[in-house]
């Protein structure tokens, strides 16, 4: 579904990513590990189009097609979603209407309808619900004031309005109780299906406990190094990174 | 030399010589109009207004529908004024010299404005208030003739003891000559009393508009002014505000919004006089293209203003490389308990919550709106909607021409 090839980037002139290949198929959850500062983040921020990131070899086809060219909102239209590890505030911007905004601009690029506000409300509010969101957080600003439990919560919220194809996690599990990350894991959980593909990026398996990855690779020092089932998590817990870090 | 005095003799010329006006034109004659040599006109350079040649404009009748336009409400009060002169309404000033001077706003001896106001001023809603919940609303139109004209409009407005009242000021432009204000405002606020006054500028570009506005405050009464600036090649406006006696309170909330070569400045001057009084001023601007833009803002506290609780904040956003903002945020205080806070941040549009917005499918272009009207954010809350549509209204389609 997508293909990575040979990807390479760099930020401010340094490579951070030396060199990816990596296939992500339909229906099926592929997680990345690795250490820090192994490129995890840059390998999810590449892929959503920001900006500060030069890709300076490689492409990245979805369908067939190479997605390196599209601007962000162009990729986020084509299906492709990432939960960022550390959710950014936006004052002064209800969360609501930020949902809407994002919700009817998808649509339209995509060529459907846009949602009328019963339609909208009704499926925020189920969505919503699963995921334990309060509407007095829906009133707020987006993520102003949310603890860090509440943004994972708001991010895989927003995972389930956009109805992506290409599910990016980045670190989700970071910052949360074994409870909260339940919630986020069932939340994910309920989003899979035949025709989506998760690329699940993580530094401990305890994520992994609860999101069941098809397929485990270790990325270190900007390419990947091993690729193996999900005993492979289960295998880097017990030995750490230490055999993977590059000289 | 720190004064220009020939700079002001275009106007000079055209000054009427009454009596009670002396005061004024001598200080014209000595000093000029100010020039960036004085501290607080650093930023802001008149000469350009000096050397207009405008001509102190005379009565004419409006080339436009009244009716037509922008009024808020059907039932408020209305003035309308076309180039200083009242062409609508039922109060007019009454000239009397003692009411005209406000010896405390020239501490620094650089109000050459309002001494030329009171040289040339021609006419002005002198509005008595004395009804609660009374809504006035002004319309001040600059119609552009053959010649460059200069407009002189005062404004007085005091507010009974324990009364509340609203004054909305709008200044439009019919036609595009040049047609410059210099306007001038006396607020008086009696024991307990409370104005919300609403001033916004859409003025045509190739004009100046000067305003200086000068608010005493007594006893527990609260002076609450918003303003919007869209308009004008070249506008400067001066809230000096004194809180005169115990517990009154001032806020000061408003946006400026600049693009082309436009200026805006912004000047604000607090005297806390007396304990437990609070101020507020809330500055935000956003500039475009080579706009330059100017707040100074000061807060003065007195010796016997104890338990004083001033604050300002001014918010810049540049969306343009080759714009420019000038801020001067000043303390001065010579009490001991009091809580004083400032803070000015200049900056672009943070591009991390941009990317943020774009991941999820907005395009850049509306995620850029929406950043843009969260920066204004709650300014304008807690306004009547008869007031706080419009507002949001004009700021929506600047954001969308920019």
């Known amino acids: 579904m997508l293909q990575i090839k040979n990807l390479h980037a760099t930020i401010d002139e340094k490579e951070i990513l030396k060199g990816i290949d990596l296939t992500l198929e339909a229906g099926k959850v592929h997680a990345v590990m690795g250490p820090n500062g192994s490129g995890k983040s840059t390998l999810s921020y590449v892929l959503s189009g920001r900006e500060d990131y030069a890709v300076t070899d490689g492409e990245v086809l979805l369908d067939g097609k190479n997605i390196l060219a599209m601007s962000p909102e162009e990729r986020a239209a084509a299906g492709v979603f990432l939960a960022f590890q550390y959710p950014i505030e936006i004052p002064g911007v209800q969360t609501t209407t930020f949902l809407k905004t994002a919700v009817n601009a998808v649509r339209k690029a995509r060529g459907e309808p846009e949602l009328d506000p019963v339609s909208f409300l009704k499926k925020l509010k189920s969505n919503a619900e699963k995921l334990g969101v309060r509407d007095e957080m829906l009133k707020r600003p987006l993520n102003v004031g949310f603890s860090g439990g509440e943004k994972k919560r708001m991010e895989i919220l927003q995972m389930a309005m956009l109805e992506p194809r290409v599910l990016i996690l980045d670190e989700t599990d970071s910052g949360l109780d074994i409870d909260a990350l339940k919630i986020v894991a069932e939340g994910v959980n309920a989003l899979r299906a035949p025709d989506r593909t998760f690329l699940v990026i993580t530094h401990y398996q305890r994520l992994l406990d609860y999101i069941v990855p098809d397929v485990v690779h270790v990325l270190s020092a900007g390419k990947i190094v091993k690729t193996g089932g999900a005993e492979l998590a289960k295998q880097l817990e017990e030995t750490g990174y230490a055999g993977y870090i590059a000289a | ?402």
């Open chain 2, 1 to 402: 030399m720190k004064y220009t005095p020939a700079n002001a003799e275009s106007f000079l010329a055209q000054a009427e010589e009454a009596g009670w006006k002396a005061p004024a034109l001598e200080q014209l004659r000595t000093r000029g109009l100010p020039t960036p040599k004085l501290e607080r006109w650093k930023y802001t350079n008149l000469a350009g207004f000096a050397q207009s040649g405008a001509k102190p404009a005379t009565k004419v009748a409006l080339n436009a529908n009244p009716v037509a336009l922008p009024w808020m409400l059907q039932t408020s009060r209305k003035f309308l004024f076309v180039n200083g002169h009242m062409v609508l309404g039922d109060a007019r000033l009454k000239v009397v010299p003692d009411n005209l001077e406000s010896s405390a706003l020239d501490r620094f001896g650089d109000e050459m404005l309002w001494a030329l106001n009171t040289a040339l001023m021609s006419d002005g809603p002198n509005i008595n208030i004395l009804e609660d919940g009374a809504v006035f609303e002004i319309i001040h139109v600059g119609q552009g003739g053959d010649a460059p004209l200069l407009a002189s409009p005062r404004t007085a407005i005091r507010v009974a003891t324990n009364t509340s009242a609203t004054v909305i000021e709008q200044f439009l432009a019919v036609g595009d000559a040049p047609v410059h204000t210099n306007h001038a405002t006396e607020i008086n606020l009696k024991p307990g009393a409370k104005l919300n006054h609403i001033r916004i500028q859409m003025e045509a570009s190739e004009r100046t508009v000067l305003n200086t506005l000068h608010a005493r405050v007594a006893r527990d009464a609260s002076y609450n002014a918003h303003f919007l600036n869209l308009g004008a090649s070249l506008s400067r406006q001066e809230y000096w505000v004194e809180l005169e006696d115990n517990n009154s309170s001032c806020a000061i909330k408003g946006a400026q919004l600049m693009h082309g070569r436009q200026h805006m400045d912004t000047t604000v001057h607090v005297d806390h006089k007396a304990p437990h009084c609070a101020s507020n001023q809330t500055i935000r601007n956003v500039l475009a293209g080579e706009a330059v833009g100017v707040f100074q803002g000061k807060i003065h506290v007195d010796r016997v203003a104890q338990k004083t609780d001033g604050y300002q904040l001014c918010n810049t956003l540049m969306l343009s490389e080759r714009a420019t903002m000038n801020t001067k945020p000043e303390l001065e205080i010579y009490a001991d308990d009091v809580k004083c806070s400032h803070g000015t941040t200049t900056g672009k549009l943070d591009e991390t919550p941009l990317f943020y917005m774009r991941a999820r499918g907005i395009p850049e272009a509306e995620a850029r709106r929406m950043m843009l009207l969260a920066f204004i954010g709650d300014l304008y809350d807690g306004l009547p909607e008869f007031v706080g549509t419009p507002i949001a209204k004009h700021v929506e389609g600047w954001l969308n021409h920019v």
